[in-house]
């Protein structure tokens, strides 16, 4: 079912089966016929652990999402509420609990915290008198989730904004304990390179974990060689540009959501002959998106400009081999041809489905809208006029296009340019504020609390000198055979993995000055084996790196390490792990403030 | 059996006459096992006759009896001898004896037999070493039986370290030193239990040096906390990281403390400060606000009031917040939030005097959309009067205009605009957006007010190929031609297309 999960350098079909039986150990303990009350939020993280079936099989017979009230009748013994640690969650577990029907047949309650207890909500339970109504008070340490192969998220939303807005580090813990339980399957990780606050909070975080364990001895062969953990705001102008990969534009545009993507459904409508046309699907159409798919991990990483190629080129393999029937002629060779059958066609309806999403998508890449916003930030990248107000960003203002978009360009030229001019600055804020609305100023003054836009306080404007070092812009980024990352975004190499590059090769000595303009330290820890886990390296056998995005990673990001991983000498394979997969837009987004304004 | 331990000279005899028999093994081992039981009573060992054996010590024994087996099989039997014995019996058996023999010993005096030891399991032998204080003996034991640590040395120390709290006469500094020299970074130590003892006993002081030795935050945090040392509970669990335990603490001291004393401490614990800001931001509003208030953090609490303000369904009461809000964004210096929030109140009057007015409805837009709103139901006047009072830029207008009479199909009012003066965003939003609306007719009005630069473009936007082949021609632009060439299908006009690549083809010899 998760087969995709361990054909990657490192097996973490492992951790999604460590994950499944603690699941299983969880729900045997409450003996009986059982109910699942859902933290809604929780319910898209979970179906990347565990379908349904898991959950029958032990018994759950119900599933509620959790709402203020009485949790709906059901003739079950067990009431199991799986939440987040948050207080207002137990408030209304609270009112749950105390308006159960005294006249029914007593049912028990339990509590499943996810990623793990905490004392504050057991303290709110308590407070509401109902902490000795649960039989169970459990934690489900759900930190790192297996994704894809080689892709590892915590799918939480809102980490970038609690850990550089907020101050609240909680995420970085959980992301600590999380790296603590990978270590714990996959061996101790010798080495530790890291850049910015939150990585340096995480690396100690880990390294005190390993002194509390003090004793208990991981056995186990290092999988990983390295870790190297990266702040989100080392390198903020990556998510603001436009992703130029097949998954990124997916991602840009429709947004996949705990690997699943929503399409519109007409050009998905299946022509049955005579229904003719009528009937068409209004339901969006739902789709997953991972490696198990043969085709979608073929094609997924490439830049948009070359997947129709690679599509025309599959259909073609496709009827070929369906034309093969013809030349069976033997009972024998027919019986290979139909048992072969059913893969085939899963392979013509793969590219079907991709056939239409191409399409849809080249709809809008071919539109003259996105080939000036392209344009636009091209133009921010390589440095040209960041300086002054840009006429493009204006007229959107005016036809008040929407307002992320206008926000991720004022946010990357401010990014580009290391901070606006203050009159320029202003100008944009007043532009937006009346454009859309005074409420607005709250969003701005968080986008400036994170760095997203600043006034330029020295007239030094250090970007130029980060791009030629780092070889930010590639001029003839080469779309259909690549052999630099800047391909991910037709000439932007994200600088994230620009500097993971640099460090497998020369190392990061050679860009120390650069290091330095980047916000937060940098370090470097090793961590003790037990003698005889030294991993002895065959001639020629690659490094693995595990790089963990702290506050979130593109599709596009991921696409250029994967290139890396598979670049015939570059040494080392990497595993990527984030707090959330994002984009430029969910990224803004959640950092958002938007006050419900009462009518007047 | 017995026999070959005396050094009989019918030894070798009876070895062979054994060996003979395959039952050399077996021999072998009914001796181990014998030496095991040999200590059950004075008796036995008169009965058995390897007296000379016993009277050495239960070590010397054994190794007899390893050293008997090892030159019979090297005297008699070559290297082969025994080969398939395990030497793990033996090896046991020695330390086991050993052990027995140490416990037995008159200063010790536990005088167990093998099979009872076998029944009680070391983990009950070292119990009670233990409670009988024998610490040393004990720790030597598990270091030999190489018992893991954690259920061994570590645990031993444990107790130790229980009981040296309790001795009075020390002083705290002494015994919290001596203890943190002996257990040093022994594995799976549990400080806080120590501590735990030493606080039991009265002694607070040393319980808190020992939990300094504490790894486990989780432990430190709670005995701390009982133990009323509340701002060390909360720079340890800043500490570790654990933001719950953090929360914990927080709470703890709220209830614990008079409120001046309370933010004083989280003054100086930001990491503190701002988790309990984000409680507050979720639970308790009105704490919020009087965090701001002592930390004078004026920007926040301009932030807070324009957040309060959405909230109030009067019209006075949001203008009210609003202008608390100007007050601290002036005390904060931040001269632009000032300006636009003031700017915010004067839209919201004007919005509801027109409303009451028009009886339109108007509050709550934003200023865009209120010029829109009054554009498209013809109150121009009102509009010009916003456009000016609130500065709005030229061009934002001019866009404005053009969309919302655009919208309103109301093209004669957009040639009068068109013309009122010279249009500072240009000539191609008209073309643009009277396309966009299926109005070529009124689009072709003013593809000729286009500047040459954007003609091509405007030529193309009404589908006038001709047009824009003159214009690209004209300025001998080869990217235009191409665009152009671009959108040639089969069915335009032949000599256009050849003019076009006639033209392409002299423009890029230039």
């Known amino acids: 079912m998760a087969a995709h999960l361990s054909y990657g350098r490192v097996n973490l079909n492992i951790l999604r089966e460590a994950a499944r039986k603690e699941l299983r150990e969880f729900l045997d303990k409450c003996a009986g016929s059982k109910a699942i009350v859902w933290d809604e939020y929780l319910t898209g993280p979970f179906g990347l652990i565990a379908q349904y079936s898991l959950l029958k099989e032990h018994e759950v017979e119900k599933m509620f999402t959790l709402k203020a009230g009485r949790v709906p009748s059901a003739d079950v013994k067990n009431i199991i509420f799986f939440v987040r640690p948050r207080l207002e969650l137990m408030d209304i577990i609270a009112e749950n609990v105390m308006s159960e029907d005294k006249l029914q047949p007593p049912r028990e309650f339990h509590i499943l915290f996810v990623p793990r207890r905490s004392l504050l909500c057991e303290q709110r339970l308590k407070e509401q008198g109902v902490l000795n109504s649960f039989t169970n008070i459990d934690e489900y340490i759900l930190d790192l989730i297996p994704y894809d192969g080689d892709l590892l998220s915590m799918e939480s939303e809102s980490a970038f904004r609690e850990c550089y807005l907020e101050n609240d580090q909680t995420s970085l813990y959980h992301t600590a304990k999380g790296l603590m339980t990978l270590q714990a399957l996959y061996g101790t990780i010798p080495q530790i390179f890291g850049k910015g606050e939150c990585a340096r909070h995480v690396a100690n975080m880990m390294l005190r974990m390993k002194r509390e364990f003090a004793g208990s001895q991981n056995q186990i062969l290092p999988v990983f060689d390295t870790l190297l953990l990266l702040d989100r705001n080392v390198d903020l102008l990556t998510p603001l540009a436009t992703q130029l990969t097949y998954e990124g534009l997916i991602d840009e545009i429709y947004g996949i959501t705990n690997g699943y993507v929503k399409l519109p459904p007409e050009k998905f409508a299946q022509k049955k002959p005579g229904e003719g046309g009528k009937d068409l699907p209004t339901e969006p159409k739902k789709l997953q998106l991972n490696s198990a798919e043969e085709l979608y991990a073929e094609i997924r990483d490439k830049n948009f400009n070359a997947v129709g190629a690679a599509l025309s080129k599959k259909a073609k393999i496709i009827s070929a081999a369906f034309e093969e029937r013809h030349n069976a002629k033997t009972v024998g060779e027919i019986k290979q041809f139909v048992s072969q059958l059913p893969h085939m066609q899963a392979a013509r309806n793969s590219l079907a489905n991709h056939t239409s999403i191409a399409e849809l998508i080249k709809d809008i890449t071919t539109s003259e809208d996105f080939f000036e916003n392209l344009t636009v930030e091209q133009e921010f990248m390589t440095g040209v006029d960041t300086d002054k107000v840009n006429t493009y960003i204006e007229d959107s203002i005016a036809q008040k296009d929407p307002l992320i978009k206008i926000l991720r360009l004022v946010c990357m030229q401010s990014v580009c340019n290391n901070g606006l001019k203050q009159k320029v600055l202003d100008h944009y804020k007043r532009e937006i504020l009346q454009t859309y609305g005074y409420e607005h100023l709250l969003t701005l003054n968080n986008l400036e609390k994170v760095g997203l836009l600043k006034p330029q306080l020295t007239t030094r404007n250090n970007y130029p000198t980060i791009r030629k070092t780092l070889k930010l812009w590639m001029e003839d980024a080469n779309e259909q055979n690549p052999n630099d990352i800047s391909y991910v975004y037709s000439g932007y190499a994200p600088l994230s993995v620009r500097l993971t590059q640099l460090l497998a090769r020369p190392g990061w000595r050679s860009i120390e000055e650069v290091l330095k303009m980047l916000p937060g330290p940098h370090f470097e820890e090793r961590q003790q084996l037990p003698t005889g886990l030294h991993k002895k390296r065959q001639q020629g056998e690659n490094r693995t790196t595990l790089v963990f995005f702290l506050g979130g990673v593109t599709y596009a990001e991921i696409a250029a390490l994967r290139f890396l991983s598979q670049m015939e000498d570059g040494g080392t394979e990497y595993v990527i792990a984030t707090t959330k997969l994002l984009n430029g837009t969910s990224w803004i987004k959640s950092l958002m403030d938007r006050p419900e304004a009462q009518i007047l | ?510």
């Open chain 2, 1 to 510: 059996v017995v026999w070959i331990y005396h050094k009989s000279q019918k030894a070798d005899e009876y070895l062979r006459e054994i060996k003979e028999q395959g039952l050399l093994a077996e021999a072998v081992r009914q001796c181990v096992e014998a030496a095991g039981h040999e200590q059950e009573a004075e008796t036995q060992k008169t009965l058995l006759r390897v007296k000379p054996l016993v009277c050495t010590s239960i070590k010397n024994l054994a190794h007899s009896l390893f050293s008997l087996s090892i030159s019979v099989s090297a005297a008699s039997f070559g290297k082969c001898f025994l080969s398939n014995f395990p030497p793990e019996l033996f090896v046991i058996m020695c330390r086991d004896l050993r052990v027995l023999n140490a416990v037995r010993d008159y200063t010790v005096g536990i005088p167990l037999t093998h099979t009872q030891f076998k029944q009680m399991t070391v983990q009950v032998l070292i119990d009670r070493l233990v409670y009988r204080k024998l610490y040393p003996l004990a720790i030597e034991i598990c270091r030999y039986l190489k018992t893991p640590e954690y259920q061994g040395v570590s645990r031993v120390l444990k107790h130790w370290a229980c009981c040296k709290v309790q001795q009075k006469e020390e002083s705290d500094e002494v015994i919290a030193r001596t203890i943190s020299l002996k257990l040093g970074e022994a594995a799976g130590i549990s400080y806080s239990e120590i501590a735990t003892k030493a606080y039991e006993c009265g002694r607070t002081e040393l319980a808190i040096k020992l939990l300094e030795f504490e790894p486990r935050s989780g432990e430190q945090v709670p005995l701390l906390l009982k133990m009323k040392r509340s701002q060390l509970a909360l720079s340890k669990a800043i500490e570790s990281g654990d933001t719950d335990l953090v929360y914990t603490v927080v709470t703890y001291l709220k209830n614990e403390m008079n409120r001046g004393d309370f933010f004083m401490t989280l003054r100086n614990q930001p990491v503190a400060l701002s988790l309990y800001r984000q409680f507050c931001k979720h639970q308790e509003q009105d704490t919020l606000k009087d965090l701001f208030n002592q930390d004078d953090d004026h920007q926040e609490l301009g932030n807070f009031y324009v957040k309060a303000s959405y909230k109030e369904k009067r019209l006075e009461a949001r203008v009210a917040h609003l202008q608390s809000a100007v007050d601290e964004y002036n005390k904060a210096k931040n001269e632009f939030a000032a300006k636009t929030t003031e700017e915010e109140m004067r839209l919201l009057r004007f919005q509801k005097k027109l409303e009451e007015e028009k009886g339109e409805s108007l509050v709550g837009f934003s200023l865009h959309d209120t010029l829109r709103t009054l554009l498209a139901v013809g109150l121009h006047k009102h509009a010009e009067q916003l456009y000016k009072d609130f500065k709005v830029p030229d061009k934002r207008f001019w866009w404005l205009k053009l969309t919302a009479l655009a919208e309103k199909e109301d093209w004669e009012e957009l040639e009068k605009f068109a013309k009122s003066k010279k249009s500072p965003i240009g000539y191609l939003p008209f073309v643009e957006v009277c396309v966009k609306h299926h109005n070529k007719y009124e689009a072709k009005k003013y593809v000729s007010r286009v500047t040459p630069e954007q003609k091509v473009k405007a030529h193309l936007a009404v589908g006038d190929m001709e047009g824009a082949a003159d214009a690209a021609i004209e300025r001998r632009n080869e990217g235009e031609i191409s665009t152009i060439l671009s959108r040639c299908s089969p069915t335009t006009d032949r000599a256009l297309v050849e003019r076009l690549n006639r033209a392409k083809s002299t423009a890029a010899k230039k």
